[in-house]
């Protein structure tokens, strides 16, 4: 774990699916918490190298993972957060809970520590899915219980979004969670004007109310120093959420790739 004096221009790199990756701005208000844990933190540089539709798998067999790896430094952290793609059984996505899901975690938290950096693990947030008598229902299964079991077995850091979101997510209701969610009508944002239902995609709301709680636990479990935290109690504007343009998006995609061979990733 992190040391308590200050580090000097520490980083925060991200790994990780839809739920945190920034998005650009041709698909606002779909925001994952990624993209707003900069509002809560000073002198870390957040980066975001979530991508969209990736699991534990496929986010290391294309070099994500490696990118980092190669750019990680000695006292950065590493935030790894999976689950809403592992458990879809798309070719090169999908993994089993307690068996590869495990490995390739494993591989991300060896692989930060080889290079003097601290993994942490994040739980996934809870999709929003309710019944017909409103009881909510927990359709990531096993993932977060199998990250729970690997954290305590590596002596990782855990900062569980996925507990957190199901009291939230159960507290607010069907009703409470449709602004939390990237729920909109027809005509009500320009980038969906036929409207949207998704209850597996944060909006800005969504997204600054899981980053704040995850940068509550940073400073909890003293992954940062204090100093390093801000505004983790004070209101923010929906409007501090940046998009950045989508040709910028695109080019940080592409360019954040590496080759799994060349930092020792093994895919199995």
Same mark, same amino acid.
């Given at each position: 774990?992190?040391?308590?004096? @200050?580090?000097?221009?520490? =980083? ?8 945190? @990756?920034? $998005?650009? &701005? ?19 540089r957040v980066v975001?190298? /979530? ?5 534990? +798998? ?5 070099? $994500? ?23 879809? +059984? /798309?070719?090169? +996505? ?5 068996r590869d899901y495990?490995?390739?975690? =494993?591989?991300?938290? *060896?692989?930060? &520590?080889? =290079?003097? %950096? #601290? ?5 996934? #947030?809870?999709? !929003?899915?309710?019944?017909? *008598? ?11 219980? %199998? ?19 199901? @009291? ?9 969670? !449709? ?21 597996? #995609?944060? =909006? ?7 980053? $704040?709680?995850?940068? !509550?636990?940073?400073?909890?479990? &003293?992954?940062?120093?204090?100093? *390093?935290? !801000?505004?983790?109690? %004070?209101?923010?504007p929906e409007a /501090? ?9 695109? &080019?940080?995609? $592409? ?5 799994? *061979? ?7």
């Amino acid at each position: 774990m992190p040391g308590t004096e @200050a580090v000097p221009g520490v =980083r925060v790199f991200l790994a990780g699916d839809s739920a945190v @990756a920034g $998005r650009p &701005r041709s698909m606002a208000p779909m925001a994952g918490w990624g993209q707003a844990l900069p509002l809560f933190l000073r002198s870390a540089r957040v980066v975001n190298a /979530a991508r969209a539709g990736a699991s534990s +798998r496929s986010f290391l067999e294309r070099g $994500r993972l490696a990118w980092i790896l190669g750019n990680i430094a000695s006292q950065d952290l590493l935030l790894v957060s999976f689950g809403l793609i592992d458990m879809k +059984r /798309a070719e090169g +996505r999908f993994t089993e809970p307690f068996r590869d899901y495990q490995h390739f975690l =494993r591989q991300y938290a *060896h692989g930060a &520590r080889d =290079r003097g %950096a #601290h993994p942490v693990f994040v739980t996934c #947030h809870e999709r !929003r899915v309710f019944d017909r *008598h409103g009881n909510m229902l927990r359709p990531l299964g096993l993932y977060p219980s %199998a990250m729970r079991e690997l954290a305590a077995a590596l002596s990782v850091p855990l900062i569980d979004l996925n507990e957190w979101s199901v @009291a939230q997510w159960r507290r607010k209701g069907p009703e409470g969670t !449709r602004n939390i969610f990237l729920h909109l009508d027809p005509g009500e944002h320009p980038n969906y004007p036929e409207g949207v239902a998704d209850n597996t #995609h944060l =909006r800005v709301r969504g997204g600054l109310e899981c980053a $704040r709680f995850v940068a !509550r636990e940073m400073r909890a479990q &003293r992954l940062l120093t204090p100093e *390093h935290f !801000r505004d983790l109690d %004070a209101a923010v504007p929906e409007a /501090a959420v940046d998009f950045l343009d989508d040709d910028v998006v695109e &080019r940080l995609t $592409r360019s954040r790739v590496g080759l799994p *061979h060349e930092t020792g990733m093994v895919s199995s």
